[in-house]
C-alpha cells in the first residue's frame, strides 16, 4: 500500500558528499517522522537522523554538522544531504517513516541503499 523508495547512494572519496532521497508513494495515507538510520557490517543498526512533520530534527553525534536532514512534504520525500563525508559513514542506509493509513500507524522501510566512503 506504502511503498519507500531510496536513492542517492554510491561510491565517494573521502571528504565528498552525496544526497540521499526518500520518497514515499501510495494512496491514502500521510507521513509523521521520518528518519534516516544506517548499518554497517559487524555494527548494529543505529538512527543517524530523524525530522518530524513540523521540521524539528535530530542527529546521532557523529554527523553532528556534516550531515543535514530535510524534508518535502508536499512530495512526501525527505532527504539526507552528506558533506565531509568519512570512512566511517560506510553503510547501508535506510529510510524510515511513520505512515498513518487512517488512524492506524506502520513503520515503513525502504529498501536501503549502499554509501560507501573510500579513505
Known amino acids: 500500500q506504502v511503498q519507500l523508495v531510496e536513492s542517492g547512494g554510491g561510491l565517494v572519496q573521502a571528504g565528498g558528499s552525496l544526497r540521499l532521497s526518500c520518497a514515499a508513494s501510495?494512496?491514502?495515507?500521510?507521513?509523521?517522522?521520518m528518519g534516516w538510520y544506517r548499518q554497517a557490517p559487524g555494527n548494529e543498526r543505529e538512527l543517524v537522523a530523524a525530522i518530524s512533520r513540523g521540521g524539528m530534527t535530530n542527529y546521532v553525534d557523529s554527523v553532528k554538522g556534516r550531515f543535514t536532514i530535510s524534508r518535502d512534504n508536499a512530495k512526501n520525500t525527505v532527504y539526507l544531504q552528506m558533506n565531509s563525508l568519512k570512512p566511517e559513514d560506510t553503510a547501508v542506509y535506510y529510510c524510515h517513516a511513520g505512515i498513518f493509513l487512517g488512524i492506524t500507524r506502520y513503520n515503513t522501510w525502504g529498501q536501503g541503499t549502499q554509501v560507501t566512503v573510500s579513505s
Open positions: 501510495g494512496s491514502h495515507f500521510s507521513i509523521n517522522d
